[in-house]
């Protein structure tokens, strides 16, 4: 296989970010299958990427005809075994460690050898779930960020154990992805997580501290640094779950109190109220 010869993507998990690596790959014009623990969720995963890409007819920003070639690249299944001709596999299930290194484990024996075996994590080590494997210089980290669809950016991490070939195909594929890669080694919250969720957590121990309200923090922020989004708009579009996961997994590695996670992270994280994905968090939706 050529470094930009990636014909068949698996996608492992049928969540937001699951629908949205489908959709980009999808749209690049390359097949891809996701497979969900559930048919059911695989489903609904697919509904998910049709209404998006009927929003997108409606728009004008594409067309039927355009919206049916996507819609033909997607597969879906709840069988790992269907993965095993693809030329590469990105991981996108629950961000904990054991889970990931579990399924790279399975993958390892049944996708083909000449594979690369990828995951979409935020934050934790790459190379312990290269280590689950048999094959761990084809083992590396294809980022993509929420809304993958929108969001330009993909961080390709190297871990210790990549072959060259691996990280140049990674590449390759993220530009057939039409993305800008950027390449970082494998330390825990690679570049953006790393110098985002400080500011994260710091932003909500302001609030703790009262030093001003939400809104005027938010407002501040964006009128202040020119960032799109305030910090707990931000954190609700994240889900406060992976953020207290990003915050916990940086703190383990660095042991700097920055990546604490501010209390009423947890208490909102206690209380179900997880963002965007749930309607509650920080703010209603």
């Given at each position: 296989m050529t470094t930009n010869n990636v014909q068949l993507v698996?996608?492992?998990?049928?969540?937001?970010?699951?629908?949205?690596?489908?959709?980009?790959?999808?749209?690049?014009?390359?097949?891809?299958?996701?497979r969900s623990r559930t048919i059911d969720g695989a489903k609904s995963m697919l509904s998910s990427i049709?209404?998006?890409?009927?929003?997108?007819?409606?728009?004008?920003?594409?067309?039927?005809?355009?919206?049916?070639?996507?819609?033909?690249?997607?597969?879906?299944?709840?069988?790992l075994n269907d993965l095993a001709s693809c030329?590469?596999?990105?991981?996108?299930?629950v961000e904990e460690l054991a889970p990931k290194q579990a399924l790279f484990k399975e993958l390892d024996a049944i996708v083909k050898p000449d594979a690369i075996l990828a995951t979409n994590t935020s934050t934790l080590a790459v190379v312990k779930l290269a280590e689950a494997t048999n094959r761990p210089d084809k083992v590396c980290g294809i980022h993509f960020f929420n809304p993958a669809v929108l969001m330009p950016l993909v961080e390709v991490i190297r871990p210790i154990t990549a072959s060259?070939?691996?990280?140049?195909?990674?590449?390759?594929?993220?530009?057939?992805?039409?993305?800008?890669?950027?390449?970082v080694l494998d330390r825990a919250g690679f570049i953006v997580n790393a110098l985002?969720?400080?500011?994260?957590?710091n932003a909500v121990k302001m609030l703790e501290a009262g030093t001003a309200n939400m809104e005027d923090i938010d407002?501040?922020?964006?009128?202040?640094?020119?960032?799109?989004?305030?910090?707990?708009a931000l954190l609700d579009l994240v889900g406060l779950d992976t953020s207290v996961s990003i915050l916990d997994a940086l703190y383990a590695e660095f042991k700097d109190e920055n990546f604490v996670p501010a209390k009423t992270l947890r208490?909102?994280?206690?209380?179900?109220?997880?963002?965007?994905?749930?309607?509650?968090?920080?703010?209603s939706y």
């Open positions: 698996g996608v492992c998990g049928s969540g937001i970010m699951g629908a949205g690596l489908a959709e980009v790959v999808a749209r690049a014009g390359v097949d891809v299958i996701v049709e209404k998006n890409l009927d929003k997108q007819v409606a728009k004008e920003k594409m067309t039927a005809d355009q919206r049916n070639e996507v819609l033909s690249h997607i597969r879906i299944t709840d069988s030329d590469l596999v990105i991981e996108s299930i060259d070939e691996t990280i140049a195909r990674a590449n390759a594929f993220v530009a057939t992805c039409k993305k800008d890669p950027v390449q985002l969720f400080p500011y994260l957590n407002t501040a922020m964006k009128g202040g640094c020119n960032f799109p989004m305030g910090p707990f208490t909102l994280l206690a209380e179900g109220k997880l963002g965007r994905k749930t309607k509650q968090g920080f703010f």
